[in-house]
């Protein structure tokens, strides 16, 4: 069993919809992240969090210490919004990542 | 604008060539790192620095060295290509004075043939 487990792998959403991925760990964590990465290659950090709730725009992400468990939403989808998402576990220094799960939304 | 920087976003070598992909960050961040990436195995960890001439392996370091001599800068090295390590890399560097947080390169796809 991997140490960090997403849901879905892929998704296809209609431009407009609520969407969710989450995002599962099993290792003790100091923080949580959600990264974005866009054909091509780059990677960018959305969120990091330890506790509690953040938002950016149309992204929210949640963290739920206890259940060891954190979820992405993104409200009103756009198809730039299209990108593989991942969620990676921090201990420290180092990170855990999860497979990432490929989001397109469709206009 | 803060970040990092890959030398090379495409780069196609040969087997057994020496290969070197540099990174640098303006951040003045202590820890930095080298990931690669495949398809249906994720981002795994290369090697990671905590300081200038500090390194240490990661989860799949076989095949590759690293150098950092300067705080700014970490180098990946393929001592010698082999096809097998054709992938996307990526740098990271992060500070526990900014908790952590994570910036990443814009990766450099290597093709070994």
């Known amino acids: 069993k991997n140490e960090v487990e997403q849901s879905p792998q892929n998704l296809t959403a209609q431009e407009g919809e609520f969407i969710t991925i989450n995002c599962s760990y099993s290792?003790?964590?100091?923080?949580l992240h959600w990264l974005q990465q866009h054909p091509g290659g780059g990677i960018v950090s959305l969120f990091m969090?330890?506790?509690g709730k953040k938002k950016h725009g149309r992204l929210i992400a949640t963290i739920n210490i206890q259940e060891k468990h954190s979820s992405l939403h993104i409200t009103a989808s756009h198809p730039r919004d299209s990108a593989v998402y991942i969620c990676a576990a921090a201990n420290r220094n180092k990170l855990v990542f999860g497979a990432g799960t490929i989001l397109r939304v469709k206009s | 604008d803060v970040k990092v920087t890959q030398s090379s976003r495409y780069l196609v070598k040969r087997t057994g060539e020496k290969v070197f992909l540099e990174c640098v960050q303006d951040?003045?961040?202590?820890?930095m790192f080298w990931y690669r990436q495949d398809p249906g195995l994720g981002l795994r960890l290369i090697y990671f620095?905590?300081?200038?001439?500090?390194?240490e392996k990661g989860d799949i370091p076989e095949g590759y060295s690293v150098s950092r001599e300067k705080k700014e800068r970490f180098s990946l090295i393929l001592e010698s290509a082999s096809t097998n390590q054709t992938s996307m890399y990526l740098c990271?560097?992060?500070?526990?004075?900014?908790?952590?947080?994570?910036?990443f390169g814009s990766g450099t796809r290597l093709t070994v043939v």
């Open positions: 620095s905590y300081d200038v001439k500090m390194k």
């Open positions: 951040m003045d961040h202590e820890n």
């Open positions: 969090l330890s506790s």
């Open positions: 290792v003790g964590i100091s923080a």
């Open positions: 990271a560097s992060s500070s526990p004075l900014f908790n952590y947080g994570y910036t």
